[in-house]
């Protein structure tokens, strides 16, 4: 059985100091329609594959939601089987809260959005416009843009002539970059829309560069004035910081430290949060470059790049009340995430004083490259649903082919002839389209992961013929066979809208964008006056 808690009481963890995690596990667009303040968003289709790094203890308490509580319930058991032991559903999700007049908001990432206005708001980030930036780069006055998104988001579009930095690295590589520059030059940051912007100029303003603006609504704004977005851009390149870069770059931790209340480990510090992770929810994250994580970092770090990590901090510490330990090489890029980290009103922060050089410096050894593991269930899942190549599924006319990752994915292209059947809402949507649990199924997925452990819910809910294509789509391209673009059938049912994708950057519309746009901007008037 699945314990239930009420809005009162959730809303008094809310207000109580006991660790806890509120998983909204519905789809993207619902959460970001509206979900409770607090709530992190971790889809049931994801579970499996991240609630080791997002909720690492299993002894805390956490609650599930969705709109109703039927997906939650599910969702609770799966946690359940996962041996989490203190799960329990908010009793009629978040519909129940909201007739009782508790608060909801809307957006994903909302922590952070929030952070970056008020931070623009209480220190005058200084910001320059669309059209003035273009100006200046058309009278050719020398400008240098830095884009702090991850290089993967840079690389899908970006402002022209602009270069990757991301925001963790900025405070590490600015000296740098900037030597040489004139008065008059100026450095500009940016990102897709404003946080990211507004963060990393505070963080150059904060370390006393005066030549420093914000693009005032990033890429998004300068597509709204009209002008073109770079793709493709190849300017991935970070300079080593050099002796100077590096001095620069540790005063100003220094000065962090001591200004926003950071705290230092030692190893043997360190090593004693590690001895806690069975008591209690302790996150330990690496905040490199996934370069440098790959070449060595330690054992039980997972990497989150320091900018990330506060654009996605409900994301990256999902229980409220834990602790949580950076490490970078020396001390620059944790001190400034935790720095921010503090801001953002996270109490329990530690630095790892010299990262991984101290770790490798007491003879301890580090992990090198990305870790890698299965779907919790994936193994069992894979012995039990058998495996078909994407030729036999080609030749099988007569059973039911459905897809079970996100409606974008299936869009994307899929087997011809498919069915959507999103894998959070298996159990409750797939009698409408396979009545018969004697029909034939093959579960497809972009890659073979996903289709393992719907075939195995397919299988407990008594369908007897079930089958994966190995591989996923993936395999299915390899093999040169035509695929289905679009949303073919999936809204041949009531209700079937997708509503798993929520569009950002330039698949936005214009009139989309504003409204996002003047969403961020309202969440800091409160700090104004």
């Not at 239930?4 to 596990?25: H, K, Y």
């Not at 020396?330 to 530690?350: C, E, H, M, N, P």
Request: hydrophobic fraction near 40%; charge should be negative.
């Amino acid at each position: 059985m699945v314990a239930s808690i009420t809005p009162a009481d959730l809303n008094a963890l809310f207000d109580g100091s006991t660790p806890f995690a509120l998983l909204d596990v519905r789809e993207a667009g619902e959460y970001n329609s509206t979900h409770i303040p607090g709530a992190s968003w971790l889809p049931r289709r994801r579970l499996e594959f991240q609630m080791a790094d997002s909720v690492p203890f299993k002894g805390v308490q956490v609650v599930v939601c969705d709109d109703e509580g039927r997906r939650a319930t599910l969702a609770a058991t799966t946690l359940q089987g996962m041996g989490y032991t203190n799960v329990s559903v908010l009793k009629g999700g978040t519909n129940a809260w909201t007739n009782q007049q508790y608060p909801t908001e809307w957006g994903m990432n909302v922590p952070s959005k929030d952070f970056g206005e008020k931070v623009e708001i209480q220190n005058t980030v200084i910001e320059i416009s669309a059209d003035d930036l273009h100006s200046r780069l058309e009278t050719g006055k020398h400008t240098v843009i830095l884009d702090a998104r991850t290089p993967e988001e840079y690389q899908r579009f970006n402002i022209p002539g602009s270069r990757s930095l991301p925001g963790g690295e900025l405070a590490y590589r600015i000296t740098d970059i900037a030597e040489g520059l004139a008065a008059d030059d100026a450095i500009i940051v940016n990102c897709a829309g404003r946080t990211r912007s507004i963060i990393g100029a505070r963080a150059l303003q904060r370390m006393g560069f005066t030549n420093v603006s914000a693009l005032i609504n990033g890429t998004a704004g300068w597509m709204l004035a009209g002008y073109e977005l770079e793709r493709g851009a190849d300017r991935l390149a970070m300079p080593e910081p050099s002796t100077k870069g590096v001095a620069a770059a540790e005063a100003y931790a220094d000065t962090l430290a001591k200004e926003d209340g950071i705290r230092y480990l030692d190893i043997d510090g360190l090593q004693a949060q590690f001895a806690t992770r069975n008591e209690r929810t302790v996150y330990f994250i690496d905040v490199r470059t996934n370069a440098e994580y790959a070449e060595g970092h330690i054992p039980g770090f997972q990497w989150i790049p320091g900018g990330q990590a506060v654009q996605r901090s409900d994301d990256a510490a999902v229980v409220k009340g834990a602790t949580v330990v950076f490490c970078c090489d020396g001390k620059t890029r944790a001190t400034v995430t935790a720095s921010w980290y503090r801001q953002l009103g996270i109490q329990d922060v530690f630095v790892v004083d010299g990262g991984t050089t101290a770790w490798s410096t007491a003879n301890n050894a580090l992990e090198m490259g990305a870790p890698s593991r299965p779907p919790t269930g994936f193994e069992a899942a894979s012995k039990s649903v058998p495996t078909v190549s994407p030729q036999d599924v080609q030749s099988n006319s007569n059973a039911a082919v459905i897809f079970v990752d996100t409606s974008q994915d299936f869009s994307s292209g899929h087997v011809p002839g498919a069915r959507w059947v999103p894998r959070g809402w298996m159990e409750l949507r797939i009698e409408e389209l396979v009545p018969s649990k004697a029909t034939p199924i093959v579960v497809t997925c972009n890659d073979g992961q996903a289709s393992a452990l719907a075939g195995a819910t397919l299988q407990a809910l008594g369908y007897t013929k079930v089958s994966r294509m190995k591989g996923g789509m993936a395999a299915w391209r390899s093999a040169g066979l035509s695929v289905e673009l679009g949303l073919t059938g999936v809204l041949a049912l009531p209700g079937d809208i997708p509503a798993d994708v929520v569009l950002t950057g330039p698949e936005r519309n214009f009139a989309d964008t504003m409204t996002y746009l003047r969403w961020e901007t309202a969440l800091g008037e409160k700090y104004k006056g």
